[in-house]
């Protein structure tokens, strides 16, 4: 992919933000509040860091990208769509039963779906054996996988987190989506994480932390993070959960729930998001 400018990162986050919400509210399902907190991280990965194409979708030499908090497929369709691999009219199409965008991703290289992914730290799981298969094979590609903070209460996380030291993964990146809600209310109350940086560092890995809302200051932590060798690498993003959108922002409500039609119609005026629609 061509090296985006900040403003462009910046426009198509607003546009996954957009296409997130008109997707979900034509669906009536899906997860809308956990999308909206990962539109910058998206967009950095897929517009300025990761090695791909989507005229060549399963180039073997390309980065693959692993949506381990699979609930956020609506963000990952949309960022796909904007890259080319998925045609903007099929979002329409979400959790449509026969659809290819389901609501959780259904493995598809075709369309750059890398994994099944939806049990919760299974998708990081399978991230951190990619990455041991490419050193196995000699290959330069990289893995990145997408988590959730909630995701690492689940027990699988850490035996991957040992696995990737073990074997000195360090062409695997995890970025941990540091919302600091979950489906039930606030982590931090239903099962704390924290300390969480000293937690992966103990673990074996190299650390960042960034605001995951704003895409310079992603870029610049992963940039940071990629030369270094020897040891797998997590960014802990800081984010707000149904980010951009005066309803859903900080309500867990919206985990799980959609916006109205006539809410989905003020959002869209609210972001500029022209050529949406809510259904």
């Known amino acids: 992919m061509t090296l985006r400018s900040s403003e462009e990162l910046r426009r198509i986050a607003r546009e996954i933000g957009c296409g997130v919400v008109a997707a979900t509210t034509a669906a009536g399902s899906g997860h809308p509040g956990g999308s909206l907190s990962i539109k910058e991280v998206l967009s950095v990965l897929l517009f300025r860091i990761m090695r791909h194409d989507p005229d060549n979708p399963t180039w073997p030499g390309r980065d693959r990208l692993v ?10 369709y949309v960022a796909l769509a904007l ?14 039963l026969g659809g290819r965008l389901q609501g959780h991703p259904d493995h598809d290289p075709g369309i750059a779906i890398e ?42 996380v850490w035996e991957a987190a040992m696995f990737a030291a ?3 993964l360090d062409n695997l990146m995890a970025v941990v989506d540091r919302n600091g809600l979950q489906l039930d ?36 932590a992963i940039e940071e ?16 959960k149904g980010a951009s959108s005066s309803v859903m922002r900080w309500n867990p409500e919206y985990h799980g729930k959609v916006l109205r039609r006539e809410q989905c119609e003020e959002y869209l005026r609210e972001n500029g998001c022209e050529g949406w629609r809510c259904g």
């Not at 949506?67 to 990952?76: E, F, R």
């Open 67 to 76: 949506l381990s908090k699979g609930h956020a497929a609506p963000a990952l």
């Open 185 to 220: 209310g606030a982590v931090e109350g239903i099962l704390s994480v924290e300390p969480l940086a000293e937690k992966w560092r103990a673990f074996g890995w190299l650390v960042e932390e960034a605001d995951g809302n704003d895409v310079e200051s992603v870029s610049d």
């Open 115 to 156: 994994a099944s992914t939806g049990a919760l730290g299974n998708g990081f799981a399978m991230a951190a054996g990619m990455a041991l298969a490419a050193k196995m094979d000699g290959s330069r590609y990289r893995v990145f996988a997408l988590l959730g903070d909630g995701e690492l209460q689940e027990g699988i």
């Open 225 to 240: 993070l990629l030369p270094r060798p020897g040891r797998p690498k997590v960014l802990i993003a800081h984010t707000e």
């Open 83 to 96: 890259a080319g691999y998925v045609k903007r009219e099929e979002l329409y199409g979400l959790r449509r």
């Open 166 to 168: 073990h074997h000195r």
